[in-house]
């Protein structure tokens, strides 16, 4: 069992940037995908961006081009740099590994 802690959020006007970390209890190494899920209220939690421990990364349709996933093996940490953000990518922000998620972080895009 991993224990995972999601930081690096708030709120952040239109076109801005936030940089999401996500530390983990236990060697990352371990998690074959490293993934961030969001989930906006009254929405379904929706799969934003994964990353594979040999560097294969995965994105939405909806982020591409905007957002970028990164781990940092040995500091035990998965990272989401947001750029270009808009209001619709305001959601709490998951960090996963293989089902298990910490308490998030809130993300507001917001003038």
């Known amino acids: 069992q991993v224990q995972l802690v999601e930081s690096g959020g708030g709120l952040v006007q239109p076109g801005g940037s936030l940089r999401l970390s996500c530390a983990a209890s236990?060697?990352?190494?371990?998690?074959?995908?490293m993934a961030w899920y969001r989930q906006a209220p009254g929405k379904e939690r929706e799969l934003v961006a994964g990353?594979?421990?040999?560097?294969?990364?995965r994105y939405a349709d909806s982020v591409k081009g905007r957002f970028t996933i990164s781990r940092d093996n040995a500091k035990n940490i998965v990272y989401l740099q947001m750029n270009s953000l808009k209001p619709e990518d305001t959601a709490v922000y998951y960090c996963d590994a293989a089902g298990q998620r910490g308490q998030g972080t809130q993300v507001t895009v917001s003038s």
């Open positions: 990353s594979t421990v040999d560097g294969i990364t």
């Open positions: 236990a060697p990352i190494s371990n998690y074959y995908v």
